[in-house]
């Protein structure tokens, strides 16, 4: 404890442990973490408590004085205590039961695999493939192309499966651009009478507020369509086009927000960088002050979208 944190660093940028969620896998990433930013030696001990919430916290402050020596003995003490919040690998087997829904997007149902896959210890390439691909939907534009065309190995099956969610990206953003979402919904008669009955300022402020909450802020009225996705966008121009870009305000802490979830715009957990309004709004503005042109739909991508012609045969084009 009286060794000083180097001021370089800031702060572990690793989710809060408490006790519900794997110890080892925190440790892990914790570890991962001071690699990266060259910390070593018994300092690491004291940076660890940082990433701590809840009982854990309540744990680490009841250890005794004198008790802990180095890191290895603090993460020998944390393992212990939090031995039944391990998490118990998943046999591959499991993994044949995941399969992509009705109506699910191809990045979904790959992200879900994933999440799964990782459970799974000794997991071999060959039956990696095998499952993911036996988990499409036997419909899709993906599983078609694979049928005809088969892929050897998990990275030609990546780089052929980044190809169609590109296209379903481009399709969304262009049908949302369009003012056709279809989770934009017309008020109901009984909602409209509803709001007429409520006069007073106090419930329209209420009702206002929620409304707010429930939806995200459009600050345009439509968005131009993209050929990539805008996660893929701000990858390619965070350091170019958009280096110089106001970056949002950290997000609010709500119970609804998913810490498994990653936003590189906010560079906080939340969301993911695809569904963030913030840079939606921010690559809309750069676009028409006349930049990122390359990554506008052309008249050609526009018309295959609105005739309607397979995401697959559009790839493989």
């Known amino acids: 404890m009286n060794l000083a944190i180097p ?11 408490d006790e519900s969620q794997d110890p080892e896998a925190h440790l892990e990433a914790f570890k991962t973490e001071m690699l990266f930013n060259g910390i070593t030696g018994p300092i690491k001990a004291r940076i660890f408590a940082t990433t701590l919430t809840g009982q854990a916290i309540a744990w680490i402050t009841r250890l005794l004085r004198n008790s802990i020596d180095s890191f290895k003995d603090l993460a020998r003490t944390f393992r212990l205590n939090f031995a039944t919040s391990k998490a118990h690998p998943m046999p591959a087997y499991a993994l044949g ?5 009705e109506n699910e997007s191809l990045r979904k149902y790959l992200d879900r695999f994933k999440d799964a896959a990782l459970k799974v210890r000794s997991l071999t390439e ?3 493939l095998h499952l993911i691909i036996s988990g499409l939907d036997g419909d899709s534009p993906l599983a078609k192309s694979i049928y005809k ?5 998990l990275e030609e099956f990546r780089q052929r499966s980044d190809k169609y969610i590109d296209v379903e990206d481009m399709q969304k953003v262009y049908v949302e651009s369009r003012g056709r979402s279809p989770t934009r919904r017309s008020p109901s008669k009984k909602n409209n009478k509803d709001r007429d009955q409520r ?9 206002d507020k929620r409304s707010e909450d429930r939806s995200p802020r459009r600050k345009y009225d439509d968005y131009t369509p993209l050929n990539m996705s805008r996660s893929r966008i701000w990858k390619e121009v ?6 110089n870009v106001e970056r949002p305000r950290p997000l609010k802490a709500k119970s609804g927000l998913d810490r498994n979830k ?3 715009f906010h560079d906080q957990n939340g969301h993911i ?12 503005k750069h676009i028409r002050e006349g930049k990122l042109k390359q990554y506008i739909i052309r008249i050609r991508a526009r018309r295959i979208i609105s005739e309607g012609r397979e995401a697959g045969a559009e790839v493989e084009a």
């Open 97 to 101: 039961r995941i399969r992509q829904k």
């Open 199 to 207: 006069g007073s300022k106090k419930s329209k402020d209420t009702r």
């Open 262 to 264: 990653y936003c590189a």
């Open 7 to 17: 001021l370089r660093f800031k702060s572990a940028k690793i989710p809060p442990y």
């Open 238 to 243: 965070a350091q170019t086009e958009m280096r």
């Open 149 to 153: 065309n088969p892929v050897n190995d």
């Open 273 to 284: 960088t695809d569904d963030c309004w913030d840079l939606r709004d921010a690559i809309e």
């Open 126 to 128: 060959a039956v990696h």
